[in-house]
Structures are given as structure tokens and as C-alpha cells.
Nanobody, 120 residues
């Protein structure tokens, strides 16, 4: 399974970015899979940001990003997006995508991460 993030960069406070997470190398029903975004700022633990999963594409967000970030999924392309609006300096971090499948056991695959810097 391959997980590849893209779309990070430098943006001013209040700006927007869209991250992409392209996944490949598997063949399972989306009902058994979920994708999630996590981030890690310098000197801090990695934290959950948003997730989407199941056949119905149920979403879940960290309180710190609710109302500002939106996670979505393109089922045909097995690609997940994170639209980030009203960005704040505290959103600065390396953003990681995780693909998870639960099929008798839990399988996790992580991408290499993409840097998001919010600064004026």
C-alpha cells in the first residue's frame, strides 16, 4: 500500500490550502477502510486532525479544526482531501495521512508527510 501526501506550503494567516492523499496498492471495499489526517508540530506529539471512513464516508474532526477544515474522499481515485480554510499560525505542522483497513486485524500505512507553514 502506498500513501502519498501533497499540497503543503507556506500560507498567510487566514489563507487556505488543500492537501491531497493518494492511496494505491489495495483492493478492498471502502466499508473496511478509513483515511485520516494527523499533524505534528515541532516539539509536540502527533495529533489527530480529521478522518473519513466506511461506505457512507462518515467524517470526524478535532475540535481545534471544526468549522475550518473539511475532509472529503474521491472513491474512484482512492484519494482523500483536506481543505483547510481560515488557517492560523498554530496550524503549522507536518501533516500526515494514514490509511487504515480493519479486516480481521488492523493495518495502518502512513505517508511521508507534507509541511504546512502559516506565517505572515
Amino acid at each position: 500500500v502506498q500513501v502519498v501526501e501533497s499540497g503543503g506550503g507556506l500560507v498567510q494567516p487566514g489563507g487556505s490550502l488543500r492537501l491531497s492523499c493518494a492511496t494505491s496498492g489495495f483492493s478492498s471495499s471502502t466499508a473496511t477502510m478509513s483515511w485520516s489526517w494527523h499533524r505534528q508540530a515541532p516539539g509536540k506529539e502527533r495529533e489527530f486532525v480529521a478522518a473519513i471512513g466506511g461506505a457512507g464516508g462518515i467524517t470526524n474532526y478535532a475540535d481545534s479544526v471544526k468549522g475550518r477544515f473539511t475532509i472529503s474522499r474521491d472513491n474512484a481515485e482512492n484519494t482523500v482531501y483536506l481543505q483547510m480554510n481560515s488557517l492560523k499560525p498554530e496550524d503549522t505542522a507536518v501533516y500526515y495521512c494514514r490509511w487504515r483497513r480493519i479486516l480481521g486485524r488492523v493495518q495502518d500505512f502512513w505517508g511521508q508527510g507534507t509541511q504546512v507553514t502559516v506565517s505572515s
